[in-house]
């Protein structure tokens, strides 16, 4: 069974940068779109970015373009957010979940909640 873990949270200052990696076990990252969600207190789940698992195709939220990349390593079978100049607002649990597409052609990825695997999520408390 696939399994997804999250790890990179933590306190940051407003303006500043994080990476978050989301580490895929028990098969090929190379079979999934990887999807980057985030929760804030009291609101729901929003999709912030994802990757294809061809890694040819990559979407991003309005509200993060500009700012967010996201990457994919598939020697380490991780997938990367990068976050630059993050604001209070973006305060939230960020979780990462896997979409099986297969391995032979580049299928896309969603930002809505279709994807089959979810991990725990990681803390991002963007504050001064």
């Known amino acids: 069974q696939l399994q997804l873990v999250e790890s990179g949270g933590a306190l940051v200052q407003p303006g500043g940068s994080l990476r978050l990696s989301c580490t895929v076990s028990?098969?090929?990252?190379?079979?999934?779109?990887i999807g980057w969600f985030r929760q804030a207190p009291g609101k729901e789940r929003v999709g912030v970015s994802c990757?294809?698992?061809?890694?040819?195709?990559?979407n991003f939220a309005d509200s993060v373009k500009g700012r967010f990349s996201i990457s994919k390593d598939s020697a380490k079978n991780t997938v990367y957010l990068q976050m630059n100049s993050l604001n209070p607002e973006e305060t939230a649990v960020y979780s990462c979940?896997?979409?099986?597409?297969?391995?032979?052609?580049?299928?896309?990825?969603?930002?809505?909640?279709?994807?089959?695997?979810w991990g725990r999520g990681t803390q991002v408390p963007v504050s001064s």
């Open positions: 979940a896997a979409g099986y597409r297969g391995s032979r052609v580049d299928r896309g990825c969603p930002l809505n909640d279709n994807y089959d695997y």
């Open positions: 028990g098969e090929s990252l190379d079979y999934y779109a």
């Open positions: 990757i294809s698992n061809k890694g040819g195709t990559a």
